[in-house]
């Protein structure tokens, strides 16, 4: 089976915030909040890449889609990774992110793998990296 993952879905407590976070923030283009005409519908899209977009939803919305009951919040179950071109790049972002309001969970630092990485939590405390890898290409 080929896979073919084209959104991903992250559960926010106040889709207004998520959405000054992400758009106003970090600079992510988005037509802004979309599905309001619709029970449990409002979402934030954002493209990412070809084929790829982030779904920013209100959790009490994807657990009612999911059928299941909102739970608590766990930053170590996953975390996202923005790779950049540049270490100089990867301190930026990491400035911009906090600017725009989020936590700093580690600072950037020269990786044991030959890159540079730092990890930051949106408000909604999703958890990011911010990468630079010498041998992928940004």
Known sequence: MQARITVITLGVDELEAALRFYRDGLGWATEGIVGTEFAHGAVVFIALQPSLRLALWPRASLAH???????PRSATELSLGHNVGSRAEVDAVMARAAAAGATGVRPAHETFWGGCAGYFQDPDGHLWEVVWNPAWAA
């Open 65 to 71: 889609d999911a059928g299941l009951a909102v739970g």
